[in-house]
């Protein structure tokens, strides 16, 4: 079990993440969601125990009861591969171009499961095949710039899965690829977690691929969350008006495209972009861009509303009435 309690990370005066508190338990799936620069990678990054040096963090993360929060790189190299790994943005500069990829994967499994070649090279092979690479044995061969953009990130996934974590980190797994392919590489994800029992923190701007991998969702917003629940039901009844830009701002076919006077309507967007670290407004960070905003919103921070466990939104205006 994974747990963060009032989880900050800082760069200096700059808050990256601000009293993150969240638990993720065996065979969840969790979505976490928010435009660039709202603390998505930070967090996956602080369950991997990455956090670059110049990061300060405070509070708490425990894993299966275990403080880590400020645990040694030793002890991190330990956990990551066997008890949580990430598949990061990106295939092809994630995975190293003079490599064939079979031994790009076999490595892990050599290193931490202390097998030899002969084993490994079998691990590797059948990794491949769960994953849905065909032809396995002949694909361990190829260099990355011989695969697709598909191959590349099924074999990323095969590498993550490499020590059996118990959870896997997925950020941004279907960018760069296209609509059909993103398709199978988020299905494919789903069907190991269900398969293996695994836990899956699916990270992406995508939120219809979030909707089909997750069943909890975090919205995150300059640091904060924002907004938290049930997929289904965050997606389908907002609190948050900053999770309703979003929604809002998806191209959706069945949307009417043209007003009455016969015009072709714009897609609605969120104005502005998510402020600098350094030039956070004060009060609630989303200020400045929200269309209901009020006169102490820049002065006071609201804190996560919620009248039921499972949801919660940091709005001043949601106060008991998230459902
Ligand atoms: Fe908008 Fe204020 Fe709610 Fe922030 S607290 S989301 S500024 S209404």
Redesign the pocket.
């Known amino acids: 079990m994974f747990e963060l309690e009032s989880f900050s990370a800082s760069i200096g005066t700059a808050a990256a993440l601000r009293d993150v508190t969240l638990t993720i338990r065996e065979g969840d799936r969790l979505g976490i969601v928010g435009e660039s620069g709202s603390g998505k990678t930070m967090l996956a990054l602080s369950l991997m125990g990455m956090l670059p040096e110049a990061v300060q963090s405070s509070g708490t993360l425990r894993i299966d009861g275990h403080d880590m929060t400020h645990a040694i790189e030793q002890t991190w190299q330990v956990l990551r591969a066997r008890r949580v790994a990430m598949i990061f943005q990106e295939p092809m500069s994630a995975l190293n171009p003079l490599r064939r990829v079979g031994n790009t994967v076999m490595e892990p499994i050599m290193v931490h499961e202390k097998l030899n070649r002969d084993a490994a090279q079998r691990r590797a092979l059948a990794l491949f095949d769960e994953v849905g690479i065909p032809d396995p044995a002949a694909r361990m061969r190829q260099f990355p710039h011989e695969l697709s953009g598909g191959l590349r990130q099924r074999v990323l996934i095969a590498l993550a899965l490499a020590c059996n974590p118990s959870l896997l980190i997925a950020d941004e797994p279907t960018t760069a690829l296209d609509a059909n392919v993103a398709l199978r590489i988020t299905n494919l994800l789903v069907q190991l977690a269900q398969a293996r029992g695994m836990a899956l923190v699916f990270i992406s701007h995508d939120l219809g691929a979030v909707a089909r991998a997750t069943r909890e969702i975090i919205v995150m917003y300059g640091g904060d969350m ?1 907004e938290r629940g049930p997929t289904a039901k965050v997606l389908a009844n907002p609190a ?3 999770t309703k830009g979003l929604l809002d701002a998806r191209p959706d076919h069945t949307r009417e495209t043209r007003d009455c006077t016969g015009k072709r309507r714009r897609l609605p967007t969120i104005p502005g972009t998510v402020p600098q670290l350094l030039d956070m407004p004060g ?2 960070r ?2 400045g861009r ?1 269309p ?3 006169p102490h ?1 820049t002065t006071t921070r ?1 804190a996560m509303e919620t009248n039921r466990p499972d949801r919660g939104a940091a ?4 106060a008991g009435e998230v459902s």
Request: glycine share 6%; with cysteine; net charge negative.
């Open positions: 924002v948050h008006p900053y009060g609630c989303f200020s929200c209901v905003e009020m919103c609201p709005c001043h205006l949601c």
